[in-house]
């Protein structure tokens, strides 16, 4: 329930004056992990590692955010709708291995592709809440980067997605380390 003290539109303004460092930290470190293991590692074993890092994204945040400032599981932190909602874009982007399980049993190496898709797809309403750019430079130029990258390196696949997705993340960070922040 939304108190009257905060209003919806003044919520998504405090919301918006955050940093936002943890999560993409976080998603740059997962996807190094995942690059590096699609180098040494065979694509067996890469799968679980891309699986079980990707699936831990979230917590990993969690803990960066005690030391970016953000303190995400703080308890005397206000209630905010918007946090609310960025779960639920969470939830939503782990929901999306309904689709990319299926597809990997039929074809192991199609794994970075949907899972560095889908997962990249929370990056739209960050964009809309905060009311800046930064979430649709993310997911579209991460779509289109992981789509041309599956077809031109068929052999590489969990080697130079990864490390496509680090870089739109590294992006991602110096946006929003030069983003105006709302009064």
Request: aromatic residues 16%.
């Amino acid at each position: 329930m939304i108190s009257e003290k905060n209003s919806l539109e003044e919520q998504r303004t405090d919301f918006s004056k955050g940093k936002f460092m943890a999560t993409p930290l976080a998603g740059l470190i997962v996807w190094a992990l995942v690059g590096l293991a699609g180098l040494v590692l065979p694509v067996r074993t890469a799968v679980w590692v891309l699986f079980l890092s990707t699936g831990s994204i979230v917590y990993l945040a969690m803990f960066i955010s005690r030391y970016t400032g953000e303190h995400f599981l703080a308890k005397n932190k206000p209630k905010n709708e918007f946090d609310t909602l960025f779960f639920y874009t969470v939830g939503q982007a782990v929901l999306v291995y309904a689709i990319a399980i299926p597809f990997f049993l039929v074809d192991h190496t199609s794994l970075p592709m949907t899972v560095g898709i889908l997962l990249g797809s929370m990056w739209i309403p960050f964009s809309w809440i905060i009311k800046h750019w930064v979430g649709l430079f993310h997911a579209i130029t991460r779509t289109i980067l992981v789509l041309v990258l599956w077809y031109v390196f068929p052999e590489l696949r969990f080697v130079v997605i990864p490390f496509a997705i680090m870089l739109v993340y590294f992006a991602t960070l110096v946006i929003l380390a030069k983003r105006p922040i709302p009064n």
